[in-house]
Nanobody, 115 residues
Framework: QVQLVESGGGLVQAGGSLRLSCTAS????????MGWYRQAPGKQRELVAI???????NYADSVKGRFTISRDNAKNTVNLEMNSLKPEDTGVYYC?????????WGQGTQVTVSS
């Protein structure tokens, strides 16, 4: 099993930046892939960014060029650097991990971008 704990959410003005972190309860070397999803009020959960064990990344079109996902195997952490934030980035951000064919989710962290 894998427990995921997110941190780093908060309130920021449009154009600002936030950094989210997700720490796993076990070595992430064997977890593939990991990533971030978000859910805005009244909307379905959507993929934000994903990173594989070899460092390959994929982003939602809406965040390309603004968000950067990275993983630190030594710290069992996946990070999401979010720049040039927009009000439409507001939502609960969830860390995701795939381990032995099962999906694991964190509890979520709120990101609110004010206009």
């Amino acid at each position: 099993q894998v427990q995921l704990v997110e941190s780093g959410g908060g309130l920021v003005q449009a154009g600002g930046s936030l950094r989210l972190s997700c720490t796993a309860s076990r070595s992430i070397f064997s977890i593939n892939p990991m990533g971030w999803y978000r859910q805005a009020p009244g909307k379905q959960r959507e993929l934000v960014a994903i990173i594989t064990r070899d460092g390959s990344t994929n982003y939602a079109d809406s965040v390309k060029g603004r968000f950067t996902i990275s993983r630190d195997n030594a710290k069992n952490t996946v990070n999401l650097e979010m720049n040039s934030l927009k009000p439409e980035d507001t939502g609960v951000y969830y860390c995701y991990a795939s381990y032995i064919y099962r999906a694991y989710w964190g509890q979520g962290t709120q990101v609110t971008v004010s206009s």
